[in-house]
């Protein structure tokens, strides 16, 4: 089955690159285990700017480990990966802090800050990060933020009186709230109802949009991708195995990649 | 992970160095301009106040406790107007520090364990870090200051009421003037008798909040690792309160006091 599903030529990807798209995020040939567990195994990719691309792919294949690679969470073993052209394994603390401040990350658990009400939770990147302490600046941005995910009622609730995917769409308010020039976005519409995964991708659509964010979104929510992708890849045992636009992978022939398209 | 049940030399030293590690990330971190007060002073808050009435009634228990079992043994020598300063010298000098930090392992060390565990497996940690804030400056220095600052301070006061409560003894079995005692009692100690207990509760505080955090932190993945961290941020906290305080009585001999 993989030999069916056919090779992404980086090549033509760096090519397609000098042509005039400028890539924001590049990979290649990365690797990464954990002990003996190869999670990704030479996996090439680029992101343009002011592109959506979505990455589709099983449980346990390593997408989450690729983008955590990406904003140095986790340490890639061999292979490029060079975010606004730099390699991110060799920046220095303040570089890499630099590097962070433009990228926003939604984890696919949210991790809000359990101890902090969710005004908190907002403020805490704005005061450290950005070094707002105007507090009618601060109150304007979250309360901005928190009209755009549909929640401004939660402002003064903990986390915990929280349901999953209000607390969702708090972490995502706390990333965008720091405006990004990138965003990987992780899982953001599972465990949400089909309304609001909706008004969800049509907020990834419309940050797009609005301020030309690049932006990575796992999703196993074809829906989702639907609305949100301009390119897809996916993603197999820790490699790419196909991409293509949404109309093209979802009339592909092939098995594997026909399965993330059945509902 | 290692832990100290488990005793193949490599995790040991695997692990002595890791805490030397994570002390310097703590150092560098302690002298960055842009300081977490808020939280510092939350942390104090959590730390010292809420463990008051623990140590309140520790302290008092213990002052209680020795008075009455060395009343009868003074009674025999005829020494009963040395308890006031025997209970008082022994307070101050061993018996209050080691047995409140060792209360202080068990209720700071390992909330601090769980707190920031429970943080590093829901991804708190790392959305701190991945937003370009500092986790370190935030989480770990402020509550090892917290400790530094409180662990003393609450000695000071089951010190007191550790007094208060050998009064109370002392007066089951006679009557005893408060003013007479506590002048014998604060009379009987010296300066030479505070200060290295109470520069040894400053390394005791710096244990208690460096073994928490450090366990806490780098906990594994997983629920279970929460309970992981809390457990072994006792166990090893206790063990280095009673290692700084044999180096302590060491140093406090040789140097004469
Ligand atoms: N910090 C870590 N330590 C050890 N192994 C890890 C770690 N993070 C991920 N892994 C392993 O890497 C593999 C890929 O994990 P990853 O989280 O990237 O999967 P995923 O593709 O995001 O799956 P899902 O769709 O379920 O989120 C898994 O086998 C996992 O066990
Ligand atoms: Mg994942």
């Known amino acids: ?263 | 992970m290692a832990d100290a049940s488990t005793f193949p030399l490599k995790s040991i030293f695997e692990e002595a160095g890791n805490q030397v590690i994570f002390m310097g990330r703590f150092f560098r971190n302690l002298f960055r301009w842009n300081f977490e007060w808020e939280e510092f002073i939350r942390q104090c808050y959590m730390i010292g106040y809420r463990s008051l009435p623990l140590v309140a009634i520790t302290g008092f228990i213990i002052g209680f406790v020795i008075t009455l079992q060395s009343e009868p043994t003074m009674k025999a020598f005829g020494a009963e107007s040395f308890i006031p300063k025997m209970v008082a010298i022994s307070l101050i000098r061993e018996i209050c520090p080691v047995v409140i930090a060792l209360i202080c392992a068990g209720k700071i060390s390992s909330g601090i364990g769980a707190e920031l565990g429970s943080m590093q497996v829901s991804e708190q940690i790392d959305a701190m870090e991945v937003s370009g804030s500092n986790p370190v400056q935030y989480l770990v220095v402020t509550r090892i200051l917290a400790c530094i600052i409180m662990v003393p301070l609450l000695t000071l006061i089951a010190d007191a009421v550790g007094f208060a409560g050998s009064y109370a003894g002392l007066n089951l079995s006679q009557r005893v003037s408060p003013i007479l005692f506590f002048n014998k009692a604060f009379n009987s100690v010296e300066f030479g008798d505070l200060l290295p207990a109470f520069f040894k509760t400053i390394f005791f505080g710096f244990a208690i909040g460096f073994i928490g955090c450090y366990k806490g932190y780098n906990s594994n993945r997983g629920t279970e690792s929460v309970g992981i961290a809390a457990n072994s941020a006792v166990v090893n906290a206790s063990l280095w309160i009673i290692v700084i305080d044999g180096i302590a009585v060491q140093l406090t001999n040789a140097l004469g006091y």
Do not use: W
């Open chain 1, 1 to 263: 089955m993989e030999q069916a599903v056919q090779d992404i030529d980086t090549e033509q990807q760096q090519q397609r690159a000098d042509e005039g798209h400028e890539d924001v995020i590049q990979v290649r040939h990365v690797a990464k285990s954990f002990g003996d567990n190869q999670v990704l195994k030479d996996m090439s990719m680029v992101l343009h700017k002011g592109e959506n691309l979505v990455i589709l792919g099983k449980s346990g294949t390593g997408k989450s480990v690729t983008i955590k690679c990406m904003v140095g969470l986790l340490e890639y073993d061999a292979g490029e990966l060079k975010v606004f052209g730099k390699e991110v394994k060799s920046l220095s603390e303040e570089e890499m802090k630099e590097l962070r401040s433009h990228v926003g990350f939604l984890f696919q658990s949210a991790a809000l800050y359990d101890s902090m009400t969710v005004r908190e939770n907002l403020e805490f990147p704005l005061k450290r990060v950005l070094l707002i302490r105007d507090q009618a600046d601060l109150d304007r941005r979250v309360t901005e933020v928190l009209e755009s995910v549909g929640l401004p009622d939660a402002i003064d609730k903990m986390p915990s009186e929280l349901s999953g995917g209000m607390r969702k769409r708090i972490g995502l308010a706390r990333t965008i709230i720091m405006e990004p020039e990138i965003m990987l976005y992780d899982e953001p519409t599972t465990g949400l109802d089909p309304i609001t995964s909706k008004e969800i991708s049509e907020l990834i659509r419309s940050m797009q949009k609005q301020y030309k964010v690049s932006s990575i979104i796992i999703t196993h929510d074809i829906a989702c991708a639907k609305i949100t992708s301009d390119r897809m890849l996916i993603m197999d045992k820790g490699t790419f195995v196909a991409e293509g636009t949404f109309d093209e992978l979802s009339k592909s022939d092939n098995e594997f990649i026909q399965s993330f398209f059945k509902l």
